[in-house]
């Protein structure tokens, strides 16, 4: 029997609880489960058979924990356990109907960015699981907390097998997993990437599901899975709180989302798997087939395009001097920085561009990706033109993004749409192709139609098709103005599509380009644009957009408007006053100023007069307070974070006036090898720069040889060393051999709170760091 | 999940290095602003379970539990106990990802909230301590004892995380270099006796951190 065959069944009976079956039988806390489908295959058999009887239609096989991680300390391969489990369940099957499910459980450490596990990683481990346990009819993931480990499993059964994939998710009352992650995400994430149905299971009773369910079928029309617990444990007793006849009845409640899948987890057995077949046999099955909104996501958040939304546009080295510099020298903090940034400004959505020629533009997309989901939650708009590069960024984003972009060239359609299918994406659809932008809004429409035609074709819905009609320069194209909206109007209405419109370029080469490109941007939302592309640091545009939405009625209660501005006053917020000096507001700490002051300076001096006169010797004095126990470590450090903002200011200038950028030297830093605190680490580095210094920051957990490579690629004299733990100190002292060993002119300083100097003498290290300021003092001494 | 109103601010600030005397009037409304922010950003958890034990000299068995407690120091804390609480709590991955879009925003803060979580992590293991103690009817309870701690190898956070079922109760795990994720987090040991136990305080001299701690160098205690 196959699973099709399976599927015109009214609803489909899972079983129950394996684990709760086996504690029950002597199994011990802290026991691995799965070793028993080797040492004690009738008992697991038994419990298969139990659940057969009971009404079950598909047997989760006892691999649930069968990862490389989780059997490290075992003697057996993941692959022979695997197998044994899968050939106990089909022997139990032997003579029914009954499929059986390979069972794929989380691995048991958290991929990066909260963990340090990589992506890739993980893909691999559930490969090996897929791979080992190819018998089985079905392949389910389930209790997962973190999408972005789904995807992976996902993706790795998707590639490595033809089986259906079932997946279920593990939500808390808040209706989030423990990494945050929303119905809504993984809803619209794992429909997008090919999953045949998705649900719940475990954490709560079929009761506290409820509201879960409700919320999970407003998103998908694929079939849906539960498999709650039987009611909430008592803490004390680890004993589950509902009867097998109260749980049927819940179940039977949650009928109207269109459930399908229906079985039970912790504390269930087959009495709540036969009281449920009982119930859901006198109850007609629920297909839904509503609207689902259009929709992109991150794991946490979704932006719904159901009114105009902000994409930024900064991150895109175009034009941008310090930009490219900062890809050159794969400085990912400064991109971070742009981040954020835009996301205070009111960016709901990032579109991510790192194309520049003499860069690896897939390894910068991958690295800017993951980077940037860590610390921010906005969903991302991944902007290239190259396949490789999109397809490299779709496979490590975790949500749904939009990939931007296609055009109507046969070429461009033929690459970029299977992508954006096999990975679930928007797609931003440019009306150009291989006669460049036509003139005319008529043709633009025409190929937004080819688009949609071709797009429909390989299976991508219409809601996740997004047209940009494209802006040309008002300067050079006058009268193409309004073709553009003309188009931006056709497409939303007659075709019915979402639109997407960068708006800046409109104002190119003109003199105050904020009021053209707010003017031609409130032109274009009343002609139906959904997804301008602005930069959402100018407040005119993002007020624009603000505007809009409270005037078309978005904005219910002009909520989110007065929310924004109800509490800034209209005058103008004051500028550095004249009284306070640079030196001043590096002391008490006061940002926004040292960036006036700073601008104003340097009008009259040069930039390395500010840096050596005023920015230094404030720094100094601070540090002399520090070393002296008058000030401690938060306000040293609120003082380099106010000379970053001058520096900020004079880097500006600098790049503006075309000058080579100043710098002391260059230092490595890194947290070593198998070590993740970094918080030390950050400070030195905050400091250093402000000095003067150019830090590559290799960031925590940083193998042996990239410390090398960093050291002999940027001819460094100096590398900082940070460990916090007396069991990755070993690490610190191989990396310092391996240095020696390769025979680089460089000092090696180190710290971290175990630290002694004498241990670092002893492990070769020239400089013992006591804090920061120290690592400066080192600093001067070797570099100057 | 466990909520708290406040996060200790006395403890905090020992973290981030303050000493009595120094001018701090000026970190007040950024630390206030932190402390608001981490409040509305975490999402504390625990899970616990209480085994009986039988202290050895050299380790301590626990019963229906393949964990088997390494070292002399636990088995000297737990030596007139009968049984034991094993405890895992945690702030949330939230919080780790708070702290680190500060890291890059505005380092200042990064530190404060990581001080001011680092504190909000015992508050939480001391609420924890008291409701579970509560249940159990007794006060006759050591201090927290952690991996790492004295000998207790460090390399059995993996095997508290696995026999308290962690992972899945409340989102815990560790790395293979035996660091918690999410960071702020902590497991311990508990012993609960039948008679009266001494009230002892954690004490420097098994500490592997006693040669380095900067606490100590002070002549002041880590706290915990």
Redesign the interface.
Known sequence: MELDTLLKKNYIILDGAMGTMLQSQGLEAGDIPELLSITEPEKIINIHKSYIEAGSNIIYANTFGANRYKLEACKYSVSEIVKAAVSNAKKACEGTDTLTALDIGPIGQLLEPTGNLKFEEAYDIFKEIIVSGKDADIIVFETMTDLYEVKAGLLAAKENSDKPIIVTMTFEENMRTFTGCSLSSMAITLEGLGADAIGVNCSLGPRELYPIIEEMSRWTNLPIVIKPNAGLPDPITNKYSITPVEFAQCIGKLNKFGIKYVGGCCGTDPDFIRETVKVLDTLKPVVNKKEIPSAICSSVKTVTVDMPRIIGERINPTGKKLFKEALKNKDIDYILGQAIEQVQGGAEILDVNVGLPDIDEKEMMVTAIKAIQSVTDVPLQIDSTIPEVLEAALRVYNGKPIVNSVNGEEESLANVLPLVKKYGAAVVGLTLDSNGIPPKAEKRIEIAEKIMKRALAEGIPKRDIYIDCLTLTASAEQAAVIETLKAVEEVKNGLGLHTVLGVSNISFGLPNRTLINSCFLTMALTKGLDLPIINPNTEAMTGAVRAYRLLANHDVNSAEFIDTYGSISSEPIQKASAEHTLEYAIEKGLKSEAKAITSKLLETMEPMEVINEIVIPSLDKAGNEFEKGRIFLPQLILSAGVAQEAFDEIKKKIAKTDEKTISKGKIVIATVKGDIHDIGKNIVKVLLENYGYTVIDLGKDVEYERVVNAVRENNCRLVGLSALMTTTLGAMADTIKLIRENGLDCKIMVGGAVLTPDYAKRIGADYYSKDAKQSVDIAKKVLG | ?TKIENINRAEA?RY????KG???S??GP??DKCEEELINTI?PRYC????EIEPYHRFVRLI????ELKGKDISAHLKDCGKAIVLAATL???T??L???Y??????S???L?CLASAAIEQICDIAEKEILA??GTDNATWRFSPGYGDLP?EQQR?II????A??L??L???????L???KSVTAVIGVSEKEIPKGKKGCSIC??S????YRKRGEHCGA
């Open positions: 999940m600030l981030m290095g303050y000493k120094m001018e701090i000026g970190m950024l630390i999402i616990f379970r209480i085994f229906n539990c393949s964990l949330s991955s939230h780790d990802k702290i680190n879009k890291k890059i925003s505005d380092m200042t990064a530190f404060i990581d249940s159990v460090i095997d696995n026999c308290l079922n992972e899945k409340i989102g795990t560790v790395t293979d270099s035996n660091i994720i999410p960071r592997s951190m040669d380095t701690c900067q």
